[in-house]
């Protein structure tokens, strides 16, 4: 096996457009595979990147909701052959620490060995070392993905919806299941219905709540989560949205979750709950952001918060739940894809996700 040369969108600077060039990807190690890129989604995390609020070495293939095609393995891979579908999972989990082992994943106390590789992932033709966020590096034809973080994609979802579940949906849907643990009957609100706040609706829906309100300052976005199965709209706009949340569900509700990222929005999911509620922080903050909570909702009121990182998914067994939920109707992933953009237009895609109109930009790959 050798080096392939491919294609990529690369981020050379931040605060400039992707542009998209060769890139040279090394051989798979023995426990990688390689992946021949179908699908990628656009995260509001990449556009962190982009702007330049969250930083990464340069330069660098940002990207990490994807789907694929394993095109080869390498030599101590069992579980996977070429041809394989798979959704990249964004878990560097070793499956033996004591967190792996008791069913936590996302927090691996082993993260940083795991993805540890002798030689760069990527590089330049000219040899330059090019990082990859999350270790996926997904604006790219073709990446390489450890083993166990290839997750079998069932063959009745296209790539196209599948990349989704490798981080809108798993951080969504897992936030409400495994993170805050909302019950049937209960009343939830979402602040933020981008695509992580959409896939929380819908995994709110799913187990049953009965109030589902949907906080965003996009009148699409709101109108968007309502098909997702919110049940009561709050402009994020408003002048005072906590009295606009109690006015829809009298004395606030018992889930709330901040998708969107900021101290302020993490601080409103607090504030709209009522005692003994749970606010869950999901939104990707700019590093060094605070969230400042008035201690006797704590010890008083009893609210808790807590945070859930992707989801906190245990991928290999998720992925296969969503492709039910995916089967019977239940789980909406087609509706989620609002744009379709190839490779050569990823920054046109960037620009709708700016716009506030899309729910997800999906890039074509093969495109
Ligand atoms: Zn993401
Ligand atoms: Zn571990």
């Given amino acids: 096996m ?14 400039e457009p992707l542009a998209v060039g060769a890139l040279v990807v090394d051989e798979p190690e023995p426990h990688e595979v390689l992946v021949s890129v179908s699908h990628v989604g656009l995260c509001h995390s990449d556009l962190h990147y982009v702007r330049g609020t969250l930083e990464v070495e340069l330069p660098a293939v940002l990207g ?19 041809g394989d579908r798979v959704v990249v999972s964004l878990v560097p989990s070793c499956g033996r620490c004591g967190y ?5 994943p996302t927090i691996c106390s ?7 590789r002798p030689r760069p992932a990527y590089t330049l033709p000219d040899g330059t070392p090019v990082a990859r966020l999350a270790d996926v590096g997904g604006f790219s034809r073709h990446i390489l993905v450890r083993e166990n973080a290839a997750v079998p994609l069932p063959g009745d979802v296209p ?10 949906v798993a951080t969504g849907v897992g936030a409400v299941f495994h993170g805050a643990g909302v019950r049937p009957g209960s009343s939830v609100a979402v602040i933020g219905c981008g695509g992580v706040g959409s896939a929380v609706v819908q995994g709110a829906r799913l187990a049953g709540a009965s109030e589902i309100v949907a906080v965003d300052l996009s009148a699409d976005r709101l109108r968007a989560a309502m098909s997702y199965g919110a049940t009561a709209t709050v402009d994020g706009a408003a ?20 998708a969107v990222g900021s101290g302020r929005t993490a601080e409103l999911a607090v504030a709209i709950l009522r005692p003994g509620g749970t606010a869950t922080v999901v939104g990707i903050a700019p590093s060094g952001t605070t969230v400042a909570v008035p201690a006797d909702a704590l010890f008083v009121e009893e609210k808790r918060v807590i ?5 906190s998914s245990r991928m290999h067994a998720d992925v296969p739940e969503y492709a039910r939920l995916y089967r019977r109707g239940a789980l909406l992933l087609d509706e989620m894809v609002s744009e379709v953009v190839p490779l050569a237009e990823i920054n046109d895609g960037f620009d709708f996700m700016r716009h506030g109109k899309a729910t997800r930009v999906v890039v074509d790959m093969g495109a």
């Fill in 2 to 15: 050798a080096s392939i040369r491919t294609e990529a969108a690369l981020l050379r600077a931040a605060g």
């Fill in 64 to 82: 990490h909701e994807v789907a694929g095609v394993v095109e080869r393995t390498g030599a101590d891979v069992s579980g996977l052959r070429p």
């Fill in 100 to 104: 792996c082992e008791s069913g936590r």
């Fill in 110 to 116: 082993r993260s940083g060995e795991v993805r540890r």
């Fill in 159 to 168: 790539t196209l919806v599948g990349c989704l579940l490798g981080c809108c």
């Fill in 239 to 258: 002048p005072d949205v906590r009295a606009a949340v109690h006015a829809v569900v009298p004395g606030g509700v018992e889930f709330s979750f901040e």
């Fill in 307 to 311: 945070g859930s990182y992707m989801g």
